[in-house]
């Protein structure tokens, strides 16, 4: 077996990154190891400061230090559970979210989660670009905040022109190390100094609301829907996607968020640009040039994943047509995170409905193509649909109508119960609990149980949308 020099890789993923029919899944050869380059990869991901201002936005919703590190905790349990067996569905296949989504949902299914998949990041694009340009206005004061997050959108998607080899880079010398070493030095000292000061601060008048509403909001920080397309790089063994995954995690949902909860609790506000400037101030020794570097390199290298999300989900709609190219999808998804770095901002309840509509649409997809791929071989005798051959849409069969149906319905039954349906506050309803993790789990229980009598029928394959190759 051949392995692909450092050398050539940026030249062959420029060329394709398995993200079309013609190039759909990724060669033995094109792995990478665990801890050389996943590991550090996830912590990059999750090493963004908008994980720090998750802390913020808890702190001004009311939140105390105890019940932070419980939704935390929670949220990060429940992500796991999705999140693994996602990632090694990606392992396994070597295929995107959005390809392995034709084999098991269907041209009109593929179509739908294709969807989702390239619209539910790019509200992520604009929080985060907003964020970045929040800290610069923090550093310099430079304004106006809202345009500046517009153009930082639109220029984020160089690296994804260039290919996924930037991320890497990003993950292995710039942002993660400086970054981590940073925060956790910023939370020691915070905790040396004023620790029971700390523990016992709350917002002042403001009451906190239930822990469903944290939980919720941490869950759709934690997500990024496109695990599959990110371990489609790994080598095909549950242990290779579980330690990238958990020590992501503990950057990303437990010291991150605690320093940005600590750096408010400090200033007494949930503003988080002033957060970050105290931050800075506090334990960085005021070095303002070096604070905007690694925020601008860190915020790029999350946004990067975003940007690759919507780039594989937008080649798998359009990238078949003989006369398209790339760098058209690139473009197009620039122009929408450009729009998305404005709607943003515009409104409070935007942020929740951007964390929830990511937790919620692509999550659930995604189970429900693992209950069909890892789980129904187990349960019935002789299931199990192919995908060593990513197939055409000519041979793509037209619906797999119950993964479709059931996609659907959990997807309205996450929406409504989160608060995010059209018409709706932005909030969850009151009652209905982990409304995201509900909606999992409701799709994979329908899913499993329709497949499960409909497996028993003549036709079955058909019925449940089986390639024509597979059927014929």
């Known amino acids: 077996m051949t392995k692909i020099s450092e050398s050539n890789e940026l030249k062959l993923e420029i060329k394709h990154d398995y993200s079309s029919s013609h190039d759909g899944i990724v060669p033995e050869s094109a792995r990478r190891g665990t801890w050389s380059h996943h590991v550090p990869l996830w912590i990059t991901l999750y090493a963004g400061f908008s994980y720090m201002s998750?802390?913020?936005?808890?702190?001004s919703f009311g939140y105390g230090l105890h019940a932070v590190l419980k939704m935390l905790l929670i949220s990060s349990l429940c992500?796991?559970?999705?999140?693994?067996?996602?990632?090694y569905?990606?392992?396994?296949?070597?295929?995107?979210?959005?390809?392995m989504g034709r084999s098991v949902f269907g041209v009109s299914g593929s179509m739908i989660v294709s969807?989702?998949?390239?619209?539910?990041?790019?509200?992520?694009?604009?929080?985060?670009?907003?964020?970045?340009?929040?800290?610069?206005?923090?550093?310099?004061?430079?304004?106006?905040?809202?345009?500046?997050?517009?153009?930082?959108?639109?220029?984020g998607i160089v690296n994804n022109v260039l290919g996924f080899t930037g991320i890497?880079?990003?993950?292995?010398?710039?942002?993660?190390?400086?970054?981590?070493?940073?925060?956790?030095?910023?939370?020691?000292?915070?905790?040396?100094?004023?620790?029971?000061?700390?523990?016992?601060?709350?917002?002042?008048?403001?009451?906190?609301?239930?822990?469903?509403?944290?939980?919720?909001?941490?869950?759709?920080?934690?997500?990024?829907?496109?695990?599959?397309?990110?371990?489609?790089?790994a080598k095909p063994h549950v242990k290779n996607v579980v330690p990238p995954l958990a020590v992501g995690l503990f950057v990303g949902q437990i010291l991150f968020p605690v320093a940005g909860w600590v750096i408010a609790a400090r200033i007494h506000s949930g503003d988080f640009g002033k957060g970050f400037s105290e931050a800075v101030s506090f334990s960085l020794f005021g070095l303002t040039f070096l604070a905007f570097l690694l925020?601008?390199?860190?915020?790029?290298?999350?946004?990067?994943?975003?940007?690759?999300?919507?780039?594989n989900a937008g080649q798998n709609i359009f990238g078949g047509w003989a006369k398209w190219r790339r760098i058209y999808t690139c473009a197009f998804?620039?122009?929408?995170?450009?729009?998305?770095?404005?709607?943003?901002?515009?409104?409070?309840?935007?942020?929740?409905?951007?964390?929830?509509?990511?937790?919620?649409?692509?999550?659930?997809?995604?189970?429900?193509?693992?209950?069909?791929?890892?789980?129904?071989?187990?349960?019935l005798a002789g299931y199990k649909r192919p995908t060593k051959v990513v197939p055409s849409?000519?041979?793509?069969?037209r619906g797999n109508w119950v993964g479709v149906v059931v996609l659907i319905a959990a997807v309205a039954f996450g929406a409504y119960g989160s608060g995010v349906a059209p018409g709706q506050a932005g909030s969850p309803l009151a009652g209905w609990g982990i409304v995201p993790v509900e909606a999992w789990v409701l799709a994979a229980v329908a899913y499993s149980v329709i497949v499960a009598v409909i497996w028993k029928t003549p036709n079955a394959k058909k019925l449940l949308g089986f390639a024509k190759t597979a059927v014929e």
């Open 54 to 59: 998750l802390g913020s936005e808890l702190y």
């Open 79 to 87: 992500y796991l559970a999705y999140a693994i067996p996602a990632a």
């Open 89 to 99: 569905l990606g392992a396994k296949s070597g295929q995107t979210h959005a390809l």
């Open 115 to 155: 969807v989702f998949v390239l619209i539910a990041p790019l509200g992520w694009i604009g929080y985060q670009a907003n964020t970045l340009s929040t800290m610069w206005n923090a550093l310099y004061s430079w304004t106006p905040v809202v345009g500046i997050g517009v153009v930082i959108a639109v220029l």
């Open 168 to 233: 890497s880079a990003f993950a292995r010398w710039v942002a993660a190390p400086i970054t981590l070493v940073w925060v956790l030095y910023m939370v020691i000292k915070a905790f040396s100094t004023s620790g029971s000061s700390i523990l016992n601060s709350h917002a002042a008048g403001v009451k906190a609301p239930g822990l469903v509403l944290g939980i919720i909001a941490a869950i759709g920080f934690a997500t990024y829907g496109n695990e599959a397309d990110l371990f489609r790089y």
């Open 295 to 311: 925020a601008t390199a860190t915020q790029i290298a999350v946004n990067d994943a975003n940007y690759y999300e919507s780039l």
């Open 333 to 379: 998804i620039a122009a929408l995170g450009g729009f998305m770095a404005w709607w943003v901002p515009q409104n409070s309840a935007n942020f929740f409905r951007v964390t929830t509509w990511l937790a919620i649409t692509v999550p659930t997809a995604s189970v429900i193509m693992y209950v069909d791929q890892l789980l129904l071989p187990k349960l």
């Open 393 to 397: 849409w000519n041979q793509t069969a």
